[in-house]
């Protein structure tokens, strides 16, 4: 059964930085296209991924966290980043692991993250 799994979430101050890691079992995780996606209090899931990595490594974020969120993989062992840098209170949400390819696709169970003073 394919398996993936967040952590690194927490609650951490405005202007912190946290960083998201995304395990992947039981898959050619080289071959996925991975991305994250968020789900903020009281509304649905984002539709449109904050942050996106494709298998060949070419990358794509949206225009709330460029700049300031870098997502990065790690092949070698199933791994896939999120690298939160001057986190805002906006920014509170459950983070989501998604991978891709073709018609297969997968979700991590999510990892909350809260920024708060």
């Known amino acids: 059964q394919v398996q993936l799994v967040e952590s690194g979430g927490g609650l951490v101050q405005p202007g912190e930085s946290l960083r998201l890691s995304c395990v992947a079992s039981r898959i050619s995780f080289s071959l996925y296209d991975m991305a994250w996606y968020r789900q903020t209090p009281g509304k649905r899931r984002e539709s449109v991924p904050i942050?996106?990595?494709?298998?060949?490594?070419?990358?794509n974020y949206a225009d709330s966290v460029k700049g300031r969120f870098t997502i990065s993989r790690d092949n070698a062992n199933n791994m896939v980043y999120l690298q939160m840098n001057s986190l805002k209170p906006d920014d509170t949400a459950v983070y989501y692991c998604?991978?891709?390819?073709?018609?297969?696709?997968?979700w991590g169970q999510g990892t909350q993250v809260t920024v708060s003073s």
């Open positions: 942050a996106s990595i494709a298998a060949d490594h070419s990358t």
């Open positions: 998604y991978a891709n390819i073709g018609v297969r696709a997968y």
